[in-house]
């Protein structure tokens, strides 16, 4: 699987947007870009995924570059309970699904503060 | 009742002692996973079972052993603890016909002694 880069921490005010960048240089072409979450010591959270077009759903929207060397999670409204580590992982997929071998690296630390 | 639920939630144990951990999923799922996460680290897989009868090792299997009883349970052993064991440990399941990422428990901290 692909490596992944993101930073390690990030800040945002509670109802503005945050946005999540992660760096894929090495993707192929039968891999998919998944985002979870974990907060606090919880077990992680799915939160979208996809493959080379825009994706949202109700809890975020996923912008992938046209190249796919990065990506973009979007929390359109920020509250308090989204602070947690946010994980961009990159992860081969055939006939629909997933190999199944997620692997979690550092991930991104974001705080919403009022 | 959670999708996935894991037995016990904290658990303390002695160095040498044998633990079970375990799993069990309403979802319907035919995939399942054990991770272990340490403080500050991310998650690390361990064991996945694709079926019943297809168990493989992950990136951290060596000093755990796991069992798929039946389709809606996975359990995770560690034979003779030792304390740098002492980690949260995490099961998920997904499934192989729709890939909606992956659903996990709430987690087990375990701390060997």
């Known amino acids: 699987d692909a490596k992944t880069t993101q930073p390690t921490s990030m800040d945002c005010a509670e109802g503005r947007a945050a946005n999540l960048p992660c760096n894929h240089s090495t993707i192929s072409g039968n891999e998919y870009v998944y985002w979870y979450r974990q907060i606090h010591s919880q077990g992680p959270q799915y939160i979208i995924h996809?493959?080379?077009n825009n994706e949202t759903n109700e809890m975020a929207s996923l912008i992938i570059t046209e190249d796919r060397k990065s990506s973009t999670l979007i929390l359109p409204h920020a509250t308090l309970r989204d602070t947690a580590v946010y994980y961009c992982?990159?992860?081969?997929?055939?006939?629909?699904?997933?190999?199944?071998?997620?692997?979690f690296g550092q991930g991104t630390i974001l705080t919403v503060h009022p | 009742d959670a999708d996935v639920t894991q037995t016990p939630r904290n658990r303390i144990t002695k160095t040498g002692k044998r633990i079970m951990l375990e799993c069990s999923q309403t979802?319907?799922?035919?995939?399942m996973y054990w991770y272990r996460q340490d403080p500050g680290l991310g998650l690390r897989l361990i064991y996945y079972s694709f079926d019943v009868k297809d168990i493989n090792k992950g990136e951290i299997s060596d000093g755990y052993s796991v069992s798929r009883q039946a389709q809606a349970k996975f359990s995770l052993s560690l034979e003779s603890a030792i304390p740098n064991q002492t980690a949260l440990y995490f099961c998920a399941t997904s499934d192989r016909d729709r890939d909606y990422g992956y659903t996990f428990g709430s987690g087990t901290r375990l701390t060997v002694v």
């Open positions: 992982i990159v992860t081969a997929v055939a006939g629909g699904t997933s190999y199944g071998k997620l692997t």
């Open positions: 996809g493959l080379k």
């Open positions: 979802k319907g799922h035919d995939r």
